[in-house]
């Protein structure tokens, strides 16, 4: 039996996939982050990216590789609620069944803002403004969609439309670092609970992190040939992204675990 690893197939994995040469014996499977949850918990991987927010909910049962993350400081630009109404008269939300974490995070914001706003699972793109006051769209489908606003590329992240499109665009990890000031972590590496990695897949992941933030050019281009996004956008989200798993990540998961009720006050969190 290889040893199998699970993955999401969006493009803020790539450094770490694109440098990644599987061995004999070892496996890579993609899926969308709920799919990947639900493969780890059922055994049809052994050692994959999660939802922080299932990593969470079943901490008992999983054990987080302890330098590995997907997360941000600021703007995420993939995990994108679009809107057509002010974020204060928001009703009716669809969701993707793509994410566990964003989803939570989304009806906390809400919750936090005074904003009663249902939350409907719904396979909509931005179409689904056309019935819904607002779409989650979360990884390549949110950023394609955040891309295909921009009338040009900017020659600067400061230089980013507030309306593109003439929608409202709410990046969830800006808002939580607005409320916050903490990081946020979108994902991590985690195995199920008394299954250690073999040390040596623990190792070609890190080389591959390392080729791949090294290297961060030439992953950006490959991105930005399969997505069709040019390729400086690419590279600045790419850049963005905190891979760690650090202190300041880990203050943020914590502070998220306790917002959301999957960490009591007294009890202290660790990978
Ligand atoms: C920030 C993102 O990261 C992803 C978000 C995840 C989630 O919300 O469950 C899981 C894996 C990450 O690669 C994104 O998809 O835009």
Do not use: C
Not at 15 to 30: D, M, Q, T, W
Request: aromatic share 10%; net charge negative; charged share 20%.
């Amino acid at each position: 039996m290889p040893y199998r690893i699970g993955l999401p197939h969006y493009a803020n994995t790539a450094p770490l996939v694109h440098f990644l040469e599987a061995p004999r014996g070892v496996e890579l499977r993609f899926g969308v982050p709920t799919e990947l949850n639900r493969w780890l918990a059922e055994g049809e991987v052994d050692l994959s990216l999660v939802s922080s927010q299932f990593y969470l909910e079943a901490r008992g049962a999983l054990r987080a590789l302890p330098d590995f993350s997907v997360a941000v400081l600021g703007a995420v630009y993939s995990v994108n609620l679009f809107h057509k109404r002010p974020w204060d008269e928001l009703r009716r939300i669809a969701i993707t069944s793509e994410s566990a974490t964003s989803v939570r995070l989304l009806a906390h914001l809400l919750e936090r803002s005074g904003v009663p706003a249902e939350l409907e699972p719904a396979p909509v793109g931005l179409e689904g403004l056309e019935s819904y006051d607002g779409v989650l769209l979360i990884g390549d489908r949110a950023l394609t969609a955040y891309a295909g606003l921009l009338e040009h590329t900017p020659a600067s992240v400061h230089d980013l439309p507030r309306r593109p499109g003439g929608h409202y665009v709410t990046d969830l990890a800006m808002q939580w670092f607005r409320a916050t000031r903490l990081p946020f972590v979108f994902a991590l590496w985690a195995t199920r609970a008394g299954e250690q990695p073999p040390p040596e897949v623990v190792a070609l992941l890190r080389r591959a992190r390392r080729e791949g933030l090294g290297r961060l050019g030439e992953v950006a281009a490959a991105e930005s040939a399969r997505l069709g996004i040019p390729a400086p956008l690419l590279q600045h989200y790419l850049w963005n992204f905190r891979y760690h798993l650090e202190p300041p990540d880990r203050l943020g998961l914590a502070t998220f675990a306790e917002a959301v009720g999957l960490l009591g006050p007294e009890e202290y969190w660790s990978v």
